[in-house]
C-alpha cells in the first residue's frame, strides 16, 4: 500500500540494499539520503508491511525487488 510517512511510519521499517539480504531501516536509508528532518514525514512510500519497496523521491526500489532472470510478474507503480 502506499502511504505517507507522516501517516504511518513505524521503527521497524526497512528496505533491502542488495540482493543478499543486506537490510537498512527507512529512518537511515533517509538520513543518508540528506532529507531534512522536517521533510521526511512528507516522503511518500509504497510499502508491503514493513518492507519498503520504492521510494519515489530518492529513486529508491528495493533490492529484494529487482527485476531478473528468473522474474515471473512485474508489478508496476505510478504517481500522478
Do not use: F
Not at 21 to 27: I, R
Not at 39 to 54: F, Q
Amino acid at each position: 500500500a502506499s502511504r505517507g510517512l507522516g501517516d504511518v511510519y513505524k521503527r521497524q521499517d526497512y528496505m533491502w540494499l542488495r540482493t543478499d539480504g543486506a537490510k537498512k531501516k527507512l529512518s537511515r536509508v533517509l538520513i543518508d539520503s540528506k532529507v531534512p528532518a522536517d521533510e521526511r514525514k512528507d516522503i511518500l512510500v509504497l510499502a508491503e508491511g514493513s518492507h519498503i519497496l520504492w521510494i519515489p523521491e530518492l529513486a529508491r526500489c528495493s533490492a529484494y525487488y529487482y527485476i531478473d532472470e528468473n522474474t515471473k510478474k512485474v508489478l508496476c507503480a505510478s504517481i500522478y
